[in-house]
């Protein structure tokens, strides 16, 4: 009925403001570590919220935050797909990829000197050379903090499957971690 | 267990995920396997070390109001009700002369300043987010007020408060009833005072008015063509102190 939608109009609005608004910053820094560009990235929080308000009104939970990021998974795919060149999209990730025993990937005997901290800028930049899907894994847990649960319905994939990524995740990034701190030397 | 099962296990252990049988299992092990435990102790640094690095980005403000613009803006400025056209009328020629030299006339229903103080609130409560509070941050006044300009349509007085116990810490964009707005952050102690400031069609002055909203206390208030919000968890005493020294120090600069 277009007379009632006229009149419910500015009360979802507020509704959805309300509910939605809140976690433009942390929608922002998903596509951000998702997209790896900053033009792309607010193009994709745009349209994720665009389509949230569409299909606000069927919207029951979970809570908001998983709920808008598995929107914007969706709107950052189809941006994988635009980009046809990109070599880490999810699609193109060969199933055996995520099998690799984890020590091929970080066979270095731990050290026993502390890790060394570096700057934001460049973890920020060891946490997006991460190759897709461990970096959403990753940036899903340690940024946006949410849980196993929450993070397999956000990527649409079993629980189990976010524990082995997240695994795979922080070994490369510990590796890549070893790699920065021996270069800095 | 073996190794390759703990190595992919100890992350939810780390991660508080697993249930108190399999986080057994799993300490055993580490307990046992200097490898393990090695590993496991690295990844916890490594994760404090993400923990406080600043790894979030702000959205930016036109983002924001790219978004604000797409939704449906509220029902007062889709469509004015009788009465507040009428209104408009009354107020006569000073809101024609202001329409004509570019400045927007906004008419305020009672229904409309609770939603503003809702939303005003709501903006409070995101800029106490981490690292959110201020765009720009300084305690000096000739600072904080020279950023405004070009940002807004109206620069927000900024005030120095720190003599009467209210240090100005800086101010930032807002986003506030589908516009932008100036917020001066101040603080008392450990509280945060955000007077959020927007331009209005109505130069005549309203007199303080203390309001409590999700147990914040917000004292609203118009004076020359302004409106201003002053939003605390501070006691409703002690807000409506720091806006009488703010009226205060606003009419000695006006007279001095």
Known sequence: MVVNASQDDPEKARRFREAALPYLDDAYTLARYLLRDAADAEDAVQECYLRAYKHFDSYRGPAMKPWLFAILRNVCRAEYARRKTAPTAVEELPEGGEQTPLWNEAPETPEKQLLRRFDGETVRKLVAALAEPFRETFVLREIQNLSYREIADVAAVPVGTVMSRLARARAMLRSAWLAEQEQAK | ?256
């Not at chain 2, 405004?148 to 003599?163: H, R």
């Not at chain 2, 302004?226 to 120090?249: C, H, I, P, Q, R």
């Open chain 2, 1 to 256: 267990m073996t190794c390759e099962e703990a190595e992919v296990l100890i992350h939810a252990l780390i991660d508080g995920e697993l249930d108190a049988g399999h986080a057994r299992e799993v300490e055993a092990h580490v307990e046992g396997c200097a490898h393990c435990a090695a590993l496991m102790k690295e990844y916890q640094e490594i994760r404090q070390a993400i923990a406080e690095s600043d790894l979030r980005y702000k959205a930016p403000l036109e983002l924001r109001r790219k978004i604000e613009k797409s939704l449906p803006q509220p029902q007062a400025q889709a469509a004015p009700t009788r009465r507040s056209v009428l209104r408009g009328f009354a107020l006569g020629s000073a809101v024609s002369a202001m329409a004509a030299t570019g400045l927007v006339a906004i008419v305020l229903r009672n229904d409309d300043e609770q939603r503003i103080e809702n939303e005003v609130v709501s903006a409070h409560l995101r800029s106490l987010q981490a690292g959110h509070l201020t765009d720009v941050i300084s305690t000096d006044q000739h600072t904080v007020k020279p950023w405004f300009n070009g940002k807004l349509d109206v620069s927000p007085p900024v005030i120095d408060l720190t003599a009467q116990g209210f240090t100005l810490i800086g101010g930032r964009l807002d986003y506030v009833n589908a516009r932008e707005i100036g917020a001066v952050v101040y603080k008392r102690r450990q509280h945060v005072i955000n007077l959020f400031v927007a331009q209005t069609a109505n130069t005549e002055r309203k007199t303080a008015k203390i309001s409590t909203l999700q147990g914040f206390n917000i004292r609203r208030w118009s004076d020359r063509g302004l409106n201003y919000w002053a939003v605390s968890d501070l006691g409703a005493d002690e807000l409506s102190e720091f806006g009488d020294k703010f009226e205060g120090a606003m009419r000695a600069n006006k007279e001095g």
